[in-house]
């Protein structure tokens, strides 16, 4: 965990809305037992449209796991938790200094 990014999750936690209040009186709440009267028009193309962005996120990820994995920055068989790990090491890479060989990390 670096200092920026421990900056960037305080500044989105800080953006969340305050629902603190539909939690801890969630039996008195006005949108209690409130029901949607009729779908959308466009609910199934919304639906469509959002499984297709699924359908490519995973082909995405299944094409990039393996290459993690070569490079050590997955296991073979993660975890989501363990693949949004390896996402932040993966993002913060390109700022770890270059070591040219084992011969320069011991000296």
């Not at 421990?6 to 409130?34: M, T, V």
């Not at 959308?40 to 499984?51: A, C, G, K, T």
Request: proline share 7%; with cysteine; hydrophobic share 40%.
């Amino acid at each position: 965990m670096t200092l920026e990014r421990l900056r960037k999750i305080q500044e989105i936690l800080d953006h969340l809305p305050d629902c603190r209040n539909a939690i801890l009186n969630h039996s008195s709440h006005p949108w209690r037992e409130s029901k949607k009267q009729r779908h959308s028009l466009n609910l199934r193309s919304d639906i469509e449209h959002h499984f297709e962005r699924l359908d490519q996120g995973l082909a995405r990820i299944s094409t990039a796991a393996p290459r993690l994995v070569g490079l050590g920055f997955l296991a073979s068989e993660p975890s989501i938790p363990a693949w949004l790990d390896a996402l932040e090491l993966v993002k913060d890479a390109p700022s770890y200094p270059l070591i040219s060989s084992f011969q320069d990390f011991l000296y």
